[in-house]
């Protein structure tokens, strides 16, 4: 099963293509990760499957129909998207923030019911914020803020969430904290999750499905053990480097070979961390 | 005491905030209080009570005329004229996501401007009398306000649709372009034109009366009324494009209907009270000190906010250097001004 699927997708700026007639698939009820160098277009691509960006030809298809041609009220109670590092305006409170995430089911006299506070309590507690609902977004800790952001989008209450680089700005224990919240939700509550990540070693822990986008196209799609190799390191991203396996999770971890400073010995140094 | 309070009944619901409602039963009481001292203070002065009697026509018959047929009028236009001015900033900040927005700086406030000393100096004969009745000229001012606003609009217009950042520079673009028309005609024009137009663009309420304070309320409560069931599509618009986009808002229609509220809103205003500067900057910004971005409680405050700056401002005008009156937008930019400038102030690490 197909989650979105795209036809001769062709994406732009101007006169200037970045992706060009791309056929892609996403997989229903999984992680599906973009990764890919600056300026590939991987950002460019999500944003279109959530209607944000009109595609310059081709399509975007959502449950079997063109969403260019669905209402896009009707999308937003499917398909929900945090852009990269949103600003919350200032003095919003995190209820307030929640709540805009039932815009799609309300109307100028229904703007609280119960359904609509039951979702806005359900997504405050699922991410961890319900006892910051009365605290403004905007003196929140970085961490905190993302699981303001992504409870406004489960508060949206649809199958898909796409997220544009969820974890910028924030320190590493907070991008394996929202992270786990994501593959969570994924877990428990089924839903499909569409990422860009810049990090290939996350990407490669929690995706399910690696979309690997260079030179305006897909390099390379799949299960990431499966996919992810020096070979394509080197053409995605320019990058030499090694792949082992992570020794946590045993999914492929990238050593990028560089210069500066190195160890003497090398191997000294890991026993020593062991 | 909670803070959010659900409110339904049947298929209406909303969510209430308490503490924004107990600062507009504040703000409500303040206005309130100022009107009356307002009412009571200038040559003749008059006690709160027997200010409040003559509301009731029970006072001495003085007393009466003057609360009733000088101040009252002036008072109310003041109250309106400042809650237009509030509300219309408020829509634009909210939209453009700029706390630096307002009507002045996109041009509406200079259209007007343009328009009245046109009206001014187009309908005078040679000694200087106007050829049409002076009741034209808030209509002048009120086409000068829309027209500027729409042209912004349509000159902003690119790839099917408006961003928020070119609306404000081709906004101050128009703007200059509008001032030095102004400028134009007041130079080339009889200096009696010039000193009669020079106030209006400062802004004053001196004059109000009746039948223009009984225009301007139908309007203003319309507007208001057509805003409230927008309010809605505001709190998205205030997240950012991708994220109005994102909840199923459809921006660009909900963009061009804000756009024609605010700049009504402001047309309103400064057609009968002409120019008050700062106003439209400065109350939304107060508002949102004390109740947050929420427009369900930001309007609201704003409005009280305005007309509170302006009431106050009008009564310092009038009286602080009696016998000479000064037109109550020299106050208010003299407050605004410095206002604005610790505002940049304060945001220059953001």
Known sequence: MDAIRTNALTLGYGEEDIIEELDLVIPKGKITVFIGGNGSGKSTLLRSLARLLKPKEGSVVLDGADIARTPTKKIA???????????????????????????????????????????VQRAMEVTGVKDLSERKVDSLS???????????????????ILLDEPT??????????????????????????VMVLHDINLACRYADHIVAISNKTIYHQGDPDTIVTPELVANVFGLRCQIMNDPHSGTPMCIPFSRGRRKKDASHARKMDA | MKRYVPFRIGNISFLMNYRSIAYVVGLVLLTIILIILSLGIGQLNVAPIEVIRALFDSSTDMNNLVVQSFRMPRVLMAL??????????????????????????????????????????????????????????????????????????????????IKPMRLVLIGIGVSAAVQAFTTMIMILGPIFTASRANIWITGSVNGANWSEVWTIIPWFFLLMAILFVYVRRLNVQELGEDLAANA????????????????????????????????????????????????????????????????????????????????????????GAPYFIYLLYKSRNQ
């Not at chain 1, 398909?79 to 995430?101: D, F, H, N, R």
């Not at chain 2, 040679?126 to 000068?144: E, Y």
Request: charged letters at 15%; proline letters at 4%; one cysteine or more.
């Open chain 1, 77 to 119: 109670q499917k398909l929900s998207i945090l852009p990269q590092s949103p600003v919350a305006p200032e003095g919003l409170t995190v209820l307030e923030l929640v709540k805009q995430g039932r815009y799609p089911y309300q109307s100028w006299l229904n703007q609280w019911s119960e359904k609509d506070e039951k979702a």
């Open chain 2, 80 to 161: 309106f004229a400042g809650a237009g001015l509030a509300v219309s900033g408020a829509i634009l900040q909210g939209m453009i996501r700029n706390p630096l927005a307002s009507p002045d700086i996109i041009g509406i406030t200079g259209g007007a401007a343009f328009a009245t000393v046109g009206f001014l100096a187009f309908f005078s004969d040679r000694s200087n009398t106007l050829t049409v009745s002076i009741q034209w000229l808030p209509l002048a001012s009120f086409i000068g306000a829309i027209v500027t606003g729409f042209l912004v609009y349509f000159l902003a217009w690119k790839n099917g649709g």
């Open chain 1, 142 to 160: 970085g961490g905190q803020r993302q699981r303001a952001w992504i409870a406004m989008n489960l508060a949206q209450d649809t199958d898909i």
């Open chain 1, 168 to 193: 910028t700005y924030l320190d590493l224990t907070h991008q394996i904290d929202i992270l786990d919240l994501l593959s969570d939700l994924n877990e428990e509550e089924n839903r499909t999750i």
């Open chain 2, 248 to 335: 199923g808002s459809l921006i660009q229609r909900d963009r061009f209907m804000l756009i024609t509220l605010s700049t009504s809103l402001a047309g309103i205003a400064v057609a009968f009270a002409g120019g008050i500067g700062f106003v439209g900057l400065m109350a939304p910004h107060i508002a949102r000190r004390l109740v947050g971005s929420s427009f369900g409680s930001l309007i609201p405050v704003s409005a009280l906010v305005g007309g509170c700056i302006v009431i106050a401002a009008d009564l310092i005008a009038r009286t602080a250097f009696a016998p000479l009156e000064v037109p109550v937008g020299v106050l208010t930019s003299a407050i």
